[in-house]
Structures are given as structure tokens and as C-alpha cells.
């Protein structure tokens, strides 16, 4: 079974820093592009980043609300994927998901989120 | 990057046929996807490539395409059937997410 399993969340004061790893296991982790997604509470899905395969260049990408703010790591041995979050504002408090998610072929997968409360 | 627009909340009877469309510019040309999420729960992928459903997935549930928009269709709708509906694609490298629909059935 595949298995994304989140951890490192927390409360945090706004301009503070936090790091969220996600576990991976029962799928090709080498070859995955692995993203993060949030969800601010009673509100919809906000896409963060992307990191592609090291194959494909491991490069990654960034919605414009975090861009410079926040950085997706991979460690490929560990199967882990990390997201670095720095200067962290009220309104990046949120239940924080890893995921793969289908660009054309179907790869999609969650794990079960974790939450950052950034505040005073 | 362009937004995805949803209704904020759509309703159905039981058994009626519930439509959720989801409008962007060049959307058409675009896959979409559709994802289902219930109240504590993570989402989970209901239809990809436009109209394709993955395995476990009812078939009372379908995508279609015209034009920009998108539309979920759910034929018969059941109680369990009840929760949050978002539609999602790419552009460039960026994933969008519309803005989500609560499916209420009543």
C-alpha cells in the first residue's frame, strides 16, 4: 500500500520558521514528482510547490504566495520529502498535505496532512 | 496563472443527477481533474484526464469537457455522495485549484 505519512507541524510565531517532512513508502519515490498542498481552515485547496524527479532535474516550482518564503527538498536515500518553510505569516496557517498528484497519468496520492498554526 | 471558478454550493435529491461545472480560460485545453473530500479527510482523485474515472471510483460518476468548462456529473446522488467537489488542472507548472463546491444532498 502506498503510504504518505506527514509530520513536524505545530504552532509557530509569525517571521518564525518550520520544517515539514513527509515519509513515503510503496511507490517509486526515485521517480516521483511529489507536491504540497494546503488547506487554511473551512477554506478550499491551495496548491505550494512541486519538486520533480532528480531524473527529470529535481527542479521545482512555487505558487506566488510562498515563492522566496518557502523551499521543497527531496532526499531520494530516505525516501522523504521536505517542505522549509521561513517567515511564516498568519495566513500560511493551514493543514499542510503531501501528495503526487496526476499531471496525465493517473499517480495520485495523499497523506493524511499536518497542521501549522502560525500566531502571536 | 488563471483561476478555476466553481459555485460555492450546489444541491440534489437523492437520486437526481447533480452537475458541478468549473470555468477557465483555456481550460479546454487542459486536463482536469476532479477531487472529492469529506469533512477530516484527506481529498481524493474522482476523475483525471477530463472523463476518466480510477478504479473503485462509482460509476455514477463522470466528467465531461466543452469548450472551457469542465462539469462533474453525479447520476443518482446518495447521501454519501455529500461533500466538498474540487476541480484542479495545470498550467504552467502550476497546479490550480477551483475554488470548491459543496454538494449538499437533500
Known amino acids: 500500500d502506498v503510504q504518505l505519512v506527514e509530520s513536524g507541524g505545530g504552532l509557530v510565531k509569525p517571521g518564525g520558521s518550520l520544517r515539514l517532512s513527509c515519509a513515503v513508502s510503496g511507490l517509486r519515490f526515485t521517480t516521483a514528482w511529489m507536491n504540497w498542498v494546503r488547506q487554511a481552515p473551512g477554506k478550499g485547496l491551495e496548491w505550494v510547490g512541486r519538486i520533480k524527479s532528480n531524473n527529470d532535474g529535481g527542479t521545482t516550482d512555487y505558487a506566488a504566495s510562498v515563492k522566496g518564503r518557502f523551499t521543497i527538498r527531496r532526499d531520494d536515500s530516505s525516501n522523504t520529502l521536505y517542505l522549509e518553510m521561513n517567515s511564516l505569516k498568519v495566513e500560511d496557517t493551514a493543514v499542510y498535505y503531501c501528495?503526487?498528484?496526476?499531471?496525465?497519468?493517473?499517480?495520485?496520492?495523499w497523506g493524511q496532512g499536518t497542521r501549522v498554526i502560525v500566531s502571536p | 496563472s488563471s483561476a478555476l471558478t466553481q459555485p460555492l454550493s450546489v444541491s440534489v435529491s437523492p437520486g437526481q443527477t447533480a452537475s458541478i461545472p468549473c470555468s477557465g480560460e483555456?481550460?479546454?485545453?487542459?486536463?482536469t481533474c476532479w477531487y472529492a473530500q469529506k469533512p477530516g479527510q484527506s481529498p481524493f482523485l474522482i476523475i483525471y484526464q477530463d472523463n476518466k474515472r480510477p478504479s473503485g471510483i462509482p460509476e455514477r460518476y463522470s466528467g465531461s469537457i466543452s469548450g472551457n468548462t469542465a462539469t462533474l456529473t453525479i447520476s443518482g446522488a446518495q447521501a454519501m455522495d455529500e461533500a466538498d467537489y474540487y476541480c484542479?488542472?495545470?498550467?504552467?507548472?502550476?497546479?490550480?485549484f477551483g475554488g470548491g463546491t459543496k454538494l449538499t444532498v437533500l
Open positions: 484542479q488542472a495545470w498550467d504552467n507548472s502550476a497546479a490550480l
Open positions: 483555456n481550460l479546454g485545453k487542459k486536463y
Open positions: 501528495c503526487t498528484l496526476t499531471v496525465v497519468t493517473l499517480n495520485d496520492n
